[in-house]
């Protein structure tokens, strides 16, 4: 590879990187004073029923990424993704209007959150994904749930955007960053972390 190829590839790098945002709104906090240090938090990721668009590389990235962030404020994390669950491994993507079986998900692993000691599940998902030329425009909600009432307690959707070139699963690391970073930057601002 040339020197001139070199600077291309990585211009193009940083050009991608710096496309990719992540923005929230209505971000609600319907318990006051919570706090979710040194606690133990279940993550029901189904971020992978779009694995096409966000790739497996960036979701493998975003699993890491998160659990880093939270230990930081001594938050023991687990990550079950949609696929790896027992409704996920017997379900058939479709297409368009397809149901994702969020509740079944939960009620067939709370066996699995008691003996983790879960106090806190966090609930990630995809509702919206437009594809527009090499741009995919996402919206993802996540819901903080009490795991002993069972009652949400936190919630906020993220839009994010992110640019690829030439394949779906291009900058893991980079667009994972940005959506960790997002949702660990409202985390504090609602005094979570």
Not at 32 to 57: C, H, Q, T, W
Not at 71 to 91: A, C, E, H, M, V
Not at 92 to 98: D, I, K, N
Not at 125 to 145: H, Q
Request: charged fraction near 25%; include cysteine; charge should be positive.
């Amino acid at each position: 590879m040339t020197n001139t190829q070199r600077v291309l590839v990585v211009a193009s790098v940083l050009v991608l990187s710096a496309c990719a945002t992540n923005e929230f709104s209505q971000t609600r906090t319907l318990v006051s004073g919570l706090s979710l240090k040194n606690s133990k938090l279940i993550a029901y990721s189904f971020l992978d029923v779009r694995d096409a668009e966000f790739g497996p590389s960036m979701l493998d990235e975003f699993d890491k990424q998160l659990a880093q962030e939270l230990l930081k404020s001594g938050i023991t994390l687990s990550i079950l993704r949609f696929k790896d669950s027992d409704p996920g491994r017997n379900y058939s993507f479709t297409g368009s209007g397809m149901q994702i079986p969020v509740r079944e998900t939960i009620v067939r692993n709370l066996a699995n959150e008691r003996t983790m000691r879960a106090e806190y599940r966090l609930i990630i998902f995809p509702s919206k994904m437009t594809l527009s030329g090499a741009w995919k425009f996402y919206d993802l909600r996540w819901e903080l749930v009490d795991v002993s009432t069972g009652r949400v307690i936190w919630s906020t959707t993220s839009h994010g955007k992110h640019l690829t070139a030439w394949r779906s699963d291009e900058l893991p690391e980079a667009r994972a960053k940005t959506i960790v970073d997002g949702i660990v930057d409202e985390m504090r601002k609602s005094n979570l972390l």
